[in-house]
């Protein structure tokens, strides 16, 4: 029964997942507020709480029953490896998945304002992202996998830059800008990290921790994040820079 399920569930992280993964590019490469960057934002969002929804009732599963959800695994793990990894871990990262979206959501509608931000899904996902990351690392420690402990600060550094911005004294004119940046495409690093990591595990099991398999999407995320916060910076700058006198 259990297996039977998380089939079913698996089927529809990997639709909602590819969703995500295709609207993703729309606002990144394309013209910035428009009508298209909106829709297909909208379109992501609404993926993205949907497939790190339906991570979460995997990995529940999982937890529950390590190898009849993956009995191709059977013999090249042992139980405990695959409820960490499978099970804890991706816990961990629909949790992260499902913060991203809706923090990210929250500040392209809200913007400057940050009071509505503070309702109570947002401010509830905090310290469930956080238990998370927590338990995460704690996993990372007794199976010994140092990849575990590495993305258990991913979550706990997202919950630290969510709350400082949520509650810091004055927030930048463009901070919500970078926000949801930061977090929107922290989302899509997540989606195309588990096509590449997890989704290996099906044809290269022996995949599943190869830190280049995680690397990847997570180095080109935020290197864009960085030349993107840059770029606001700049403009941020140059839109408060006095006009030269003639």
């Not at 298209?36 to 379109?43: D, K, N, P, V, Y």
């Not at 929804?53 to 793990?77: E, K």
């Not at 990262?93 to 809200?110: F, P, R």
Request: aromatic letters at 10%; proline letters at 6%.
């Amino acid at each position: 029964m259990e297996h039977t399920i998380f089939t079913a569930l698996v089927a529809a992280h990997i639709v909602t997942g590819s969703t995500a993964a295709i609207a993703f590019w729309i606002p990144v490469v394309g013209r910035k507020g428009g009508a298209a960057h909106r829709m297909a934002g909208r379109i992501f969002v609404v993926a993205m709480l949907f497939t790190g929804a339906f991570a979460v009732g995997m990995s529940g599963l999982t937890i529950l029953d390590p190898m009849g959800t993956h009995p191709h695994l059977v013999g090249l793990f042992e139980p405990a490896f695959v409820r960490g990894v499978f099970g804890w871990l991706m816990l961990h990262l629909g949790v992260l998945t499902i913060n991203l979206a809706w923090y990210g959501w929250l500040c392209a509608q809200h913007r400057a304002q940050r009071a509505p931000m503070r309702e109570w899904r947002n401010i509830a996902l905090q310290p469930l992202l956080l238990a998370a990351a927590v338990n995460c690392a704690v996993q990372g420690v007794l199976l010994r996998e140092p990849l575990l402990l590495g993305l258990a600060v991913i979550g706990v550094a997202t919950v630290g830059t969510n709350v400082w911005f949520l509650y810091k004294p004055v927030a930048g004119p463009k901070d919500w800008l970078k926000e949801h940046l930061k977090a929107l495409v922290g989302a899509g690093i997540s989606v195309y990290t588990a096509f590449m990591a997890f989704g290996s595990v099906r044809l290269l099991p022996e995949l599943a921790l190869n830190p280049v398999m995680w690397a990847i999407p997570a180095a080109s995320g935020i290197a864009f994040i960085l030349w993107y916060w840059r770029t606001i910076d700049r403009q941020t700058a140059l839109h408060r820079r006095p006009p030269a006198k003639a």
